[in-house]
T-cell receptor
Framework: AQTVTQSQPEMSVQEAETVTLSCTYDTSESDYYLFWYKQPPSRQMILVIRQEAYKQQNATENRFSVNFQKAAKSFSLKISDSQLGDAAMYFCAYRSARAGTASKLTFGTGTRLQVTL | NAGVTQTPKFQVLKTGQSMTLQCAQDMNHEYMSWYRQDPGMGLRLIHYSVGAGITDQGEVPNGYNVSRSTTEDFPLRLLSAAPSQTSVYFC????????????FGEGSRLTVL
């Protein structure tokens, strides 16, 4: 079974600064997808960024980027120019690429990000 | 476009009572799933479905039943609620495509006394 580990329960960053959230995972599969989800106080789960394991290029979405190290099974999220609206719980998630697994994600325990003035 | 709709948003039950959490999606997604979120444990998969009439168990299925009679609906039933089922429940749906993004409902907070 796959596991996802987020070793930072809480992180804090000053507005306009950069912060990196860590995620490691364990799998025996070679083809899979990785995601970062944001959960603000509203409780809504919002997809931040996703990465396909077969792509070596790191995904980028505006101020959000990832550092995907397949051999090390590491998938960290970098938030640049942090904004107050970035304050939320962030979850790392893994999904197999096998058929029939699109709705089966394995989540980490989350990192709560505080953004200070 | 409503997306994934869950009802109710909040519910308080007594131990032993039964209830159904409703989930409906209007995106014609084939795949649907239920997760529970507990403090310090992230989201864990309860049950999932790859199409009407097809369901399977996830990581924490005990105490929950599901059925999928239509593409749109995927209700989650608690037959005899227990305090351990106090949690926030999320319904999600996705396409069956290669990179099917998971769309989540707003969550339902259930408290079992």
């Amino acid at each position: 079974a796959q596991t996802v580990t987020q070793s930072q329960p809480e992180m804090s960053v000053q507005e306009a600064e950069t912060v990196t959230l860590s995620c490691t995972y364990d799998t025996s599969e070679s083809d899979y997808y990785l995601f970062w989800y944001k959960q603000p106080p509203s409780r809504q789960m919002i997809l931040v960024i996703r990465q396909e394991a077969y792509k070596q290029q790191n995904a980028t979405e505006n101020r959000f980027s990832v550092n995907f190290q397949k051999a090390a099974k590491s998938f960290s999220l970098k938030i640049s120019d942090s904004q107050l609206g970035d304050a939320a719980m962030y979850f790392c998630a893994y999904r197999s690429a096998r058929a029939g697994t699109a709705s089966k994600l394995t989540f980490g325990t989350g990192t709560r990000l505080q953004v200070t003035l | 476009n409503a997306g994934v709709t869950q009802t109710p948003k909040f519910q308080v039950l007594k131990t032993g009572q039964s209830m159904t959490l409703q989930c409906a999606q209007d995106m014609n997604h084939e795949y649907m799933s239920w997760y529970r979120q507990d403090p310090g444990m992230g989201l864990r998969l309860i049950h999932y479905s790859v199409g009407a009439g097809i369901t399977d168990q996830g990581e924490v299925p005990n105490g929950y039943n599901v059925s999928r009679s239509t593409t749109e609906d995927f209700p989650l039933r608690l037959l005899s609620a227990a305090p351990s089922q106090t949690s926030v429940y999320f319904c999600a749906s996705s396409y069956s495509g290669t990179f099917g993004e998971l769309f989540f409902g707003e969550g339902s907070r259930l408290t079992v006394l």
